[in-house]
């Protein structure tokens, strides 16, 4: 019903930026928080960013003054822009979105499928 397909991700040395995007399409009639996890090789997943509908941001300690959440309402879609990256950073991300499928119907938590992102030292 409903798809998200992250992109952008990538090979970059530490210091370096990247940016990924996360297209979400289906069956949407809205959508209410968007974000990102990662999960390391090894590590349990780990919340990153999170964006409102009404646009409120909160970011995970590791990531804060880093990583910018935002989003485009018109295309259904989230960014993170991750600036300053560390080896530490390595690690599968995956978006998720808080997604009504229909008016008066409930809301469902979907993922995407992830995006490699690698940091050289």
């Known amino acids: 019903q409903v798809q998200l397909v992250e992109s952008g991700g990538g090979l970059v040395q530490a210091g370096g930026s990247l940016r990924l995007s996360c297209a979400a399409s289906?069956?949407?009639?809205?959508?209410?928080?968007m974000g990102w996890y990662r999960q390391a090789p090894g590590k349990q997943r780990e919340w990153v960013a999170t964006?409102?509908?009404?646009?409120?941001?909160n970011y995970g300690d590791s990531v804060k003054g880093r990583f910018t959440i935002s989003r485009d309402n018109a295309k259904n879609t989230v960014y993170l822009q991750m600036n300053s990256l560390k080896p530490e950073d390595t690690a599968v991300y995956y978006c998720?979105?808080?997604?009504?499928?229909?008016?008066?119907?409930?809301?469902?938590?979907?993922w995407g499928q992830g995006t490699q992102v690698t940091v050289s030292s």
């Open positions: 964006i409102t509908s009404g646009g409120n941001l």
């Open positions: 289906g069956r949407i009639f809205s959508i209410n928080a």
């Open positions: 998720t979105a808080v997604v009504q499928t229909r008016q008066l119907g409930r809301y469902d938590n979907y």
